[in-house]
Antibody, heavy 131, light 109 residues
Framework: QVQLQESGPGLVKPSQTLSLTCSVS??????????WSWIRQHPGKGLEWIGY??????????YYNPSLQSRVTISLDTSRHQFSLRLSSVTAADTAVYYC????????????????????WGQGTLVTVSS | QSALTQPASVSGSPGQSITISCTGT?????????ISWYQQHPGKAPTLIIY???NRPSGVPDRFSGSKSGNTASLTISGLQAEDEADYYC?????????FGGGTRLTVL
């Protein structure tokens, strides 16, 4: 059973960069057809998908939510079994609980396809943006 | 405004059945068979309860079922239990983006 665990600062100052790491255990982070995602939830609100990274051809392939694309970077460290989120130029509107999650793809004939559901989630970490 | 619209709240008594709807507000959002549903208890991470419209992951009781008709997906919970009280989110995608509904608070009376 794959387990995910977020870590990082709980407080970030406005205009700075939010950095979080998700540690993956119980499975390989470089498996084909796995899309490692970040999702956030503003206090008392719904869920917002941030983006994913997938290990393809010895490197990471990413896709970001267009609404956040200009500020988001997701990276992969296979040696540490971790993937990370960087969100730049944060404001109070970025205060949220941040979750890492695994999206399972379907692989066939050497190609993998997303299935757009998240079967494993981390417990979440609250990040507050405040001076 | 979310691309998926859910009722803000629903309620039911133990043993009853309830249905939560999820309607696509953008063209193509609910066209594909990639509807999923998540349950979230207060202070906890969401957990997957339905994927690909009507499939249940291992361990999810068969009291939970999903369906889709046209542009609307539905989650039905039969035989309501106290532990079903939670927030429920539907999810789909537009192009490569994952989108979520605004969430529905289920109260078990």
């Amino acid at each position: 059973q794959v387990q995910l665990q977020e870590s990082g600062p709980g407080l970030v100052k406005p205009s700075q960069t939010l950095s979080l790491t998700c540690s993956v255990s119980g499975g390989s982070i470089s498996s084909a057809g796995h899309y490692w995602s970040w999702i956030r939830q503003h206090p008392g609100k719904g869920l917002e998908w941030i983006g994913y990274i997938s290990y393809i051809l010895y490197s990471g392939s990413t896709y970001y939510n267009p609404s956040l694309q200009s500020r988001v970077t997701i990276s992969l460290d296979t040696s540490r079994h971790q993937f990370s989120l960087r969100l730049s130029s944060v404001t109070a509107a970025d205060t949220a609980v941040y979750y890492c999650a695994r999206e399972l793809g379907l692989c066939s004939g050497g190609s993998c396809y997303r299935q757009y559901f998240f079967d494993q989630w981390g417990q979440g970490t609250l990040v507050t943006v405040s001076s | 405004q979310s691309a998926l619209t859910q009722p803000a709240s629903v309620s039911g008594s133990p043993g009853q059945s309830i249905t939560i709807s999820c309607t696509g507000t953008s063209s193509g959002v609910v066209d594909y068979n990639y509807i999923s549903w998540y349950q979230q208890h207060p202070g906890k991470a969401p957990t997957l309860i339905i994927y690909e419209v009507s499939n249940r992951p291992s361990g999810v009781p068969d009291r939970f079922s999903g369906s889709k008709s046209g542009n609307t997906a539905s989650l039905t919970i039969s035989g309501l239990q106290a532990e079903d009280e939670a927030d429920y989110y539907c999810s789909s995608h537009t192009s490569s983006n994952v989108v979520f509904g605004g969430g529905t608070r289920l109260t078990v009376l």
